[in-house]
């Protein structure tokens, strides 16, 4: 075969960007983030394990405005990763593989994810102010 | 001949992936418990999150959540790992780079759930 007219592997900067990829992409992203974020429940764990003082330190440390907002991301990461997840576990089961449903339900997990997220902060914020 | 064994007692239950179905269905599994305990969870640290030190001390000292939590951690580090060890295999291409990372992951997994677990015991049991 000729090589010159054998066809090129899709190249990504090229590839139309589909709800399908990015939920793909992103279930990774999200899982890779809450794998580091599992230091964060160790230090809370160790800490309330360690007494009064040193849990309060470790609530200050995560009060910093940094944390929150990274907090926000990893309560984001943690819907997203549930919700998806909860996809591929159906999808595991043969469901949900027709094209219109495939992407109807990645725009789902999208929304839902940001939805949750939302409404977690809002009772946090609701409920008097930011740790 | 070499090896009396059947092909096919080889081959059964292993494929490509030289441990078969294993992985896949640890990963599915450990997912299914993190999907209930891990909604519990976030609704343990939303209902605590203001209480202080008292009130998430109290809590996990409790029999049913110290429970739930440990199986928590159990669950999470495993999934953790199963998931971090698909991500190494699939983007690191240098052999002894991937083994040492895989090796390590399992490390931090291990020792991060034993330690976790160990602060669950010492709150629950009045350490």
């Known amino acids: ?131 | 001949m070499s090896d009396l064994r059947n092909p096919l007692q080889r081959a059964r239950g292993l494929g490509s992936a030289k441990d078969g179905v294993q992985h896949w269905w640890r990963q599915r599994v450990t997912a299914a418990a993190l999907l209930v305990l891990g909604i519990w969870f976030v609704l343990l640290v939303l209902s605590l999150l203001h209480g202080g030190y008292a009130a998430a001390h109290a809590a996990l000292a409790h029999p049913l959540n110290a429970a739930l939590m440990i199986a928590f951690l159990i669950a999470l580090f495993w999934h953790m790992q199963l998931g971090v060890q698909v991500v190494i295999e699939d983007y690191v291409h240098t052999r002894w780079v991937e083994l040492t990372l895989q090796i390590l992951v399992r490390f931090f997994a291990v020792l991060a759930a034993l330690l976790a677990i160990i602060a669950v015991l010492r709150i629950a049991l009045g350490g």
């Open chain 1, 1 to 131: 075969m000729d090589q010159r007219t054998r066809p090129l592997s899709p190249h990504l900067q090229i590839y139309r960007w589909q709800v399908q990829m990015v939920t793909s992409i992103l279930h990774r992203a999200t899982g890779i983030a809450l794998a580091i974020g599992t230091l964060l429940l160790l230090g809370g764990l160790l800490s309330l394990a360690a007494g009064r003082d040193v849990f309060d330190g470790y609530c200050a440390f995560l009060s910093d405005p940094l944390l929150q907002l990274l907090l926000v991301g990893w309560t984001w990461a943690f819907a997203y990763h549930l919700c998806n997840g909860v996809r591929h576990l159906l999808q595991d089961a043969g469901l949900g593989f027709a094209k219109p449903v495939l992407v109807r339900n990645g725009w789902i997990v999208v929304a839902l994810s940001l939805l949750v997220t939302l409404a977690v902060w809002a009772y946090l914020l609701g409920v008097g102010g930011a740790a």
